[in-house]
């Protein structure tokens, strides 16, 4: 494939079950080497970036992260800052204000003292995307951010992830599954099918009755979205017609 992604904006791929997604991400933040070819950050080829230098310039939240058992929170959102430490990992007031600031804006400051173990699925999903924060990159690459949150928190996190993109400057790439959300978010919209970048643009360009019927294999309506203007995908499933005799 071949895909560029747009400096200082936000990037939803999208694309059904096993597509690529998250094989994607993981090229992109040099977990996976490609076969062929070679994955560049400001025409830099990242496997030849030192693993700290990577590090201060491109941040990763994976799909289904997992804790050392017996680590705090506060512990768990501090490791954010080790790529900006120094040889013997002295810890300053700037490290320290960068952890507070990741905890505020992620509202979890109040779960510092608490073992990660004890959280819920959505706790936790906020106190990964603090740590991920916290490591203050100007690329941020996040593999389902909104999984295991209820819809309130979805958006409080799409919320702060645009409110980073615009203070910041900081470029953002995320895997979603809610289309709506992810065309009300992205400036672009990646969509993939079998492994392969299908469509590349803006939303209003890329979510498309044809598309959904493509990648998805899906029916369904694509109208304007009420409240942002932006596509909305409406699915049209078996039992969509009113029954008859019913109003």
């Not at 979205?225 to 969509?240: E, F, L, Y």
Request: proline share 6%; charged share 20%.
């Amino acid at each position: 494939m071949d895909l560029a992604l747009p400096r200082g904006k936000i990037a939803a791929i999208v694309g059904a079950n096993a597509c690529g997604k998250s094989t994607l991400l993981r090229a992109m933040s040099r977990l996976l080497r490609p076969e062929a070819g070679q994955v560049l950050l400001d025409g830099a080829p990242v496997h030849a970036m030192p693993p700290r230098t990577l590090a201060r310039r491109l941040g990763l939240l994976p799909q289904s992260p997992i804790a050392p058992e017996g680590i705090t929170v506060l512990d768990l959102v501090s490791r954010g800052r080790h790529p900006h430490q120094g040889l013997f990992g002295r810890w300053t007031s700037q490290d320290e204000a960068a952890v507070a600031e990741a905890l505020e804006m992620t509202g979890t400051a109040d779960l510092a003292e608490r073992l990660v173990e004890d959280l819920s699925g959505g706790q936790r999903q906020r106190v990964w995307i603090a740590m991920a924060l916290a490591q203050q990159t100007d690329v941020l690459l996040l593999d389902e951010p909104t999984t295991y949150l209820d819809i309130n928190h979805q958006v409080e996190v799409l919320d702060l992830l645009t409110d980073l993109n615009r203070a910041r400057g900081t470029t953002v790439v995320m895997v979603l599954h809610d289309l709506n959300l992810a065309a009300r978010y992205a400036d672009m919209l990646v969509a993939m099918a079998g492994g392969q970048v299908v469509g590349a643009g803006s939303p209003a360009e890329i979510l498309t009755e044809a598309m959904l019927a493509e990648v998805f294999g899906l029916t369904a309506r694509v109208l304007p979205d009420p409240v942002a203007g932006t596509p909305m995908m409406v699915p049209i499933g078996r039992h969509a017609a009113p029954a008859k005799g019913r109003t």
